[in-house]
């Protein structure tokens, strides 16, 4: 069947340190790919998004390239901030699913100063 | 309100009680889900309505759960005779179109937080 599996949390990282959160999928077609981030106290929200191979999403200096070869959708930053703490969720859907999503569990981030 | 609200954003139960969750979408949004967070695991698909047809029931656990919605507005999950593995956060989400949705264009609600004693 189709899922996503994410690194597990929480990660705990200091101010402008290098985030990489790993995700694959596994997927009978071709999905497309999203990351999602959920901040204390508010609802998820779309971050960044790849429709198909090699294209790569990127957002708030946040990238993901989706990877056919290694079905997989990592997420990294160069440089994270205190306000970089939340919650991160990778999610595929398909075309003619009703925008279905298929989620991983999430990843606590939390960045220190 | 700007985004989609949800109440209550904390409900308590007794087991074998029924509970009603609310979701008040974005306005002029016709696509409406609702998912359920478990502790430790993802989110998952229960049910969505498109405009003004069927809804696609598919990720309803059981016939306990159900839900409705009005028109492309207010939508209500409802859970009879509860159980404790029915504790979870609910999540509502609602996208301007199919097509919006389909590119990942969702909004949601702050959730719900279901217990169940």
């Known amino acids: 069947g189709n899922s996503v599996t994410q690194m597990e949390g929480p990660v705990t990282l200091s101010e402008e340190a290098f985030l990489t959160i790993n995700c694959t999928y596994t997927?009978?077609?071709?999905?497309?790919l999203f990351w999602y981030v959920q901040y204390p106290g508010e609802g998820l929200q779309l971050l960044l998004k790849?429709?198909?191979?090699?294209d790569k999403g990127s957002n708030k200096g946040f990238e993901a390239t989706y990877r056919k070869e290694t079905t997989s959708f990592h997420l990294e930053k160069g440089s994270v901030q205190v306000s970089d703490s939340a919650v991160y969720f990778c999610a595929e859907s398909f075309y003619n699913q009703g925008g279905k999503l298929i989620f991983g569990q999430g990843t606590e981030l939390s960045v220190k100063p | 309100g700007a985004g989609v609200s949800q109440s209550p954003s904390n409900k308590v139960t007794e087991k074998g009680k029924d509970v009603e969750l609310r979701c008040d979408p974005i306005s002029g949004h016709t696509a409406l889900y609702w998912y359920r967070q478990r502790l430790g695991q993802g989110l998952e698909f229960l049910i969505y309505f498109q405009g003004n047809s069927a809804p696609d029931k598919s990720g309803l656990p059981s016939d306990r759960f159900s839900a409705e919605r009005t028109g492309e507005s207010v939508s209500t999950l409802t859970i009879q005779r509860t159980q404790q593995e029915d504790s979870a956060v609910y999540l509502c989400a609602s996208s301007l179109s199919l097509a919006a949705a389909n590119t990942g264009e969702l909004f949601f609600g702050e959730g719900s937080r279901l217990t169940v004693l």
């Open positions: 790849a429709t198909k191979a090699d």
């Open positions: 997927a009978t077609g071709y999905p497309s």
